[in-house]
């Protein structure tokens, strides 16, 4: 099964938000509730963490980059699962 990993919305923040870091890395397998990656507003820095255990297939979005809330910033799922629609 493919997860989206999505930019959250943070607290009445409407603007685009920076994705500061990543922590893993396309191949890594991640357990749920392992930190992803660290985003950043003008007043918030957050970590977005693995809602479930799986592998990272591909980060659509690199490192220092804004984007609007609701961008999929990378897939996760089990390895070898068809991604080809995001790419």
Do not use: H
Not at 74 to 81: D, E, L, W
């Amino acid at each position: 099964m493919i997860q989206e990993i999505i930019m959250p919305k943070l607290g009445m923040m409407e603007a685009d938000i920076n994705l500061s870091e990543w922590f893993v890395k396309e191949g890594d397998k991640v357990e749920a509730g392992q930190e992803l990656c660290e985003i950043e507003s003008e007043k918030i820095t957050n970590k977005i963490e693995a809602k479930e255990a799986g592998t990272i297939l591909k980060i659509l979005v690199e490192e220092d980059n804004e984007v609007p809330i609701g961008t999929v910033l990378a897939i996760m799922g089990k390895a070898g699962s068809d991604i080809s629609k995001y790419l």
